[in-house]
């Protein structure tokens, strides 16, 4: 086991004046779970082949352990990947896909024999060992891949968005049998994902990129109660924070009547961030016009447009975009209702109109 190391790493590729990652300075700690998040085409899956071995690194640096590996061969890296279509041998048994690379590695038959039977055993593929894989189901697949990773013993696990061709249900059960495997081997492992809530419910930190650029590494919790930007904001929580522009005045920036303190050094408009479950009905507040009830038993969310002009999205928020308001379950409105809502200071944070960096 041991610690990753990023160091300013960048990765442009050929044709390209932009970073598809961007001076990346990033640690992984000793046994780890450590999650990197993003949407399409953030950097995410380029520092993970970096990581690997697979990308070339243009600057900077990358460690395993004390050992600069920035270029050294993937094979000499004592790492182990998992890919998102799991790359299994169709014309070999689940044993022999598990234990192939360390035939190809000169390890004893019995030695081999020995770590495909115990990642077997904590996979619960015991059953399913002399089968071929078109005759597992995708999530058995899955586990095969994980086995074939586990049975090499590496210092570092690589996942690359491993569940993303499982149907919804069996992604909610893979993923914790996943972070409980981790957890009970203890190996270092850098996991993609695409899938906040994926990240969020798996990750001992989270590593939330965009455009290359690493916006904020942090544990879930303080990902979801501080945000270092709008975008993480924005990103981070399902459903999404409400980001809402508005102006200052006197110190003070207004939602219809909710009036909010703003810090000196916010310039004439700010951002509002706002939780689903930080609005509350309330008359000294703001008005939505409802569009859209979901109602999903233990909770509902209300979706609707802001009845004051003055009230507009952040640009950090995508076009089309709506207010969410948790809402009591037992009494949702109607689509056509209006609805007043209001929050506490508490609940409400502040981004900078221009930079999106945190205020407050």
């Not at 037992?330 to 109109?353: C, R």
Request: aromatic share 6%.
């Amino acid at each position: 086991m041991a610690t990753v190391v990023f160091e300013n790493a960048s990765r442009i590729y050929p044709g390209s004046t932009i970073p598809a990652v961007n001076k990346l300075n990033l640690e992984v700690k000793d046994g780890e779970f450590l999650v990197l998040v993003g949407p399409s085409g953030c950097g995410k899956s380029t520092s993970l082949r970096m990581l690997a071995g697979l990308e070339e690194v243009d600057s900077g640096r990358i460690l395993i352990g004390d050992k600069d590996v920035t270029h050294v061969a993937p094979k000499d890296r004592d790492i182990a990947m998992v890919f998102q279509s799991y790359a299994l041998y169709p014309h070999m048994s689940v044993a022999e896909n598990m234990g192939f690379a360390l035939k190809i590695s000169g390890i004893a038959k019995e030695e081999r024999d020995r770590r495909v039977l115990e990642a077997a055993k904590l996979l619960d593929l015991e059953a399913f060992l002399d089968r071929k894989p078109k005759a597992l189901s995708g999530g058995q697949r899955q586990r095969v891949a994980m086995g074939r990773a586990i049975v090499r013993e590496p210092q570092v696990f690589l996942m690359d968005e491993p569940l993303s061709n499982l149907d919804a249900k069996l992604r909610v059960a893979t993923r914790t049998q996943i972070a409980a495997l981790q957890r009970r081997l203890g190996i270092t492992t850098v996991y993609v994902t695409h899938d906040q809530v994926e990240a969020m419910t798996m990750g001992d930190r989270v590593a939330v990129l965009k455009d290359g650029n690493l916006q904020q590494v942090d544990t879930p919790r303080n990902l979801y109660d501080k945000p270092a930007n709008a975008f993480v904001a924005g990103f981070i929580g399902s459903p999404a924070m409400n980001l809402l522009k508005t102006s200052v005045s006197a110190g003070k920036a207004t939602l219809g009547k909710l009036s909010i303190d703003v810090p000196a050094s916010a310039g004439s408009s700010v951002i509002v961030g706002i939780r689903p479950e930080g609005l509350m009905a309330g008359p000294d507040g703001f008005s939505v016009k409802v569009e859209v009830v979901e109602e999903l038993g233990s909770d509902a969310y209300v979706y609707g447009q802001p009845v004051d002009s003055s009230i507009t999205f952040a640009q950090a928020v995508e076009e089309h975009a709506q207010i969410i308001v948790r809402w009591d379950p037992k009494n949702p409105p109607k689509p056509g209702d209006t609805i007043t809502v209001s929050a506490q200071a508490s609940a409400i944070h502040l981004f900078d109109a221009v930079s999106g960096e945190r205020l407050k």
